[in-house]
């Protein structure tokens, strides 16, 4: 049995932002262009979800269409590639105005997060299959967080254990997740964030260490590492 029949009867979609430049992490190509070990960041994260999605739409760079579409060739499941926009918000809507009419639940990946394991995405979808509306991978904060002013001066000092840090795939039924862009207020970093303007409860699983977000050149140098490791 394969894990598309064993949820027989929910049809489920991922959405890949993977149209951002990368200005963190720097070099010739937009970040999910780039490769990790041989092989590119979109084409990971894409591999990483395809096995539990009966759709995925991909968002990129403006001119990359082309070269998503040759990436992710011979993906498990069918790939629609569209031109995302100049917000990660943006791409999201992109993306969710071409999903499937059938689809039912939809989970949001960053390009970004090329190693996120299996168990994550199963937990995201079993929560939603359980009757959740919105569902986060969280992980305790292990550093401690503190307001700074514009001059560098503490100003206070978060408590940590109230505290989580959110990866991705965030899952959602698909009329929240289209009911929460329509009414988006203002730009945010993820989509559970407009879900929780809506007064929506947001559901957390545990997330994983290396669902980590590859942002700067050190990233790189850990998940090839990490990969490394597993050869
Ligand atoms: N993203 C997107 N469209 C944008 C901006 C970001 O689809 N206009 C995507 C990125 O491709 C990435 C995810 O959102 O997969 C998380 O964003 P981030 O890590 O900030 O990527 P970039 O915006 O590309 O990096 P930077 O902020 O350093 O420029
Ligand atoms: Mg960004």
Not at 76 to 97: D, F, H, M, N
Not at 134 to 141: D, F, G, H, R, S
Not at 143 to 154: E, M, N, R, S, W
Request: aromatic content about 4%; hydrophobic content about 50%.
């Amino acid at each position: 049995m394969t894990e598309r029949t064993r949820r027989a009867g929910i049809s489920v979609a991922a959405i890949i932002p993977a149209a951002g430049s990368g200005q963190r992490l720097g070099g010739g190509s937009p970040k999910a262009f780039q490769p990790l070990a041989g092989t590119t960041l979109l084409r990971r994260s894409v591999n990483a979800v395809a096995p539990y999605v009966d759709v995925i739409v991909v968002a990129v760079p403006t001119a990359w269409c082309e070269v998503a579409s040759e990436i992710l060739v011979g993906t498990a499941c069918p790939v629609i590639v569209v031109v995302g926009g100049a917000t990660r918000q943006e791409s999201v809507v992109a993306a969710l105005a071409i999903l499937p009419p059938e689809v039912d639940v939809v989970l949001v990946h960053d390009a970004a997060r090329p190693l996120v394991p299996p168990t994550v995405v199963t937990a995201v979808l079993a929560e939603l299959q359980a009757g959740a509306s919105a569902v986060v991978p969280a992980l305790p904060v292990a550093d401690t967080l503190k307001y700074v002013d514009a001059a560098g001066q503490v100003v206070g000092t978060l408590d940590r254990t109230a505290l989580a840090a959110i990866q991705t795939p965030q899952g959602f039924r698909r009329d929240i997740l289209e009911r929460a862009h329509r009414a988006a207020p203002a730009v945010a970093t993820d989509d559970a964030a407009l879900v929780e303007v809506l007064g929506i409860p947001v559901l957390t699983v545990p997330g994983d260490p290396a669902g980590f977000k590859i942002t700067t050149p050190y990233d790189v140098v850990l998940a090839e590492a990490l990969l490394g490791r597993d050869a």
